[in-house]
C-alpha cells in the first residue's frame, strides 16, 4: 500500500503545502542520441549515500548541504552510509537495501541482459531536502555535469529520495 500525504504528520503537510516550490520553465530536455543499448548510464540520488571514509553530508549547512559525493561503479551498494537529514520519510528501506536509493546492482542487471550498453565508472550522490538550491545550482550541480560528461555519460538517472 502507498502511503499519501494524509499519512504524513501534520508539521510535514503544513511545510509541504507552504513551502515555495521553483517552477522551472520549459522543462529542460534532451532527445537521447542513440539506442538505449549503447549508452553508458549514470546515476544521481539525492539520499545523502557516502562511500566509507569519505565526509558525511553537514547537516549544520543552513538550507542543506549542497555538495556531492562521487560513488565509484564497482563498489558494493550495501557498503555506503546513508547520511540524509529529513526525518519526512521511513529511512527503513534504504537501510535494508540501499539498492532503493541508488540502484547499481539493477543497473548492472541492465547491462547483461543488453537493455543498456555500460555503466558509468561514477555516479553522484547528493542530499535531499535542500531548502536553499542557489549553491547547489550554481556551483554543484555544474561540477557533477561535468563530471558525467568527461564519463562519456549518455544518460543519467535521478533518483530522488
Not at 546515476?43 to 556531492?68: I, K, M, N, Q, Y
Request: some cysteine.
Amino acid at each position: 500500500m502507498m502511503a499519501t500525504i494524509a499519512d504524513l504528520p501534520l508539521w510535514v503537510r503544513a511545510t509541504l503545502k507552504l513551502y515555495p516550490w521553483r517552477k522551472i520553465s520549459p522543462t529542460p530536455f534532451a532527445r537521447l542520441g542513440k539506442p538505449l543499448a549503447a549508452c553508458r548510464v549514470a546515476l544521481v540520488t539525492t539520499a545523502g549515500l557516502v562511500v566509507s571514509g569519505d565526509v558525511p553530508f553537514d547537516d549544520a549547512v543552513r538550507g542543506g548541504d549542497w555538495s556531492h559525493r562521487v560513488i565509484p561503479a564497482n563498489l558494493d551498494v550495501a557498503s555506503l552510509g546513508e547520511f540524509h537529514r529529513s526525518s519526512s520519510f521511513d529511512h527503513a528501506g534504504i537501510e535494508a537495501d540501499r539498492n532503493l536509493a541508488l540502484p547499481l546492482d539493477r543497473l548492472r542487471e541492465l547491462v547483461l541482459d543488453g537493455t543498456i550498453g555500460a555503466v558509468a565508472p561514477r555516479h553522484l550522490s547528493f542530499m535531499g531536502s535542500i531548502t536553499a538550491p542557489a549553491r547547489l545550482v550554481q556551483r554543484s550541480a555544474p561540477e557533477a555535469a561535468d563530471l558525467l560528461v568527461s564519463d562519456e555519460v549518455d544518460l543519467a538517472l535521478l533518483v530522488p529520495v
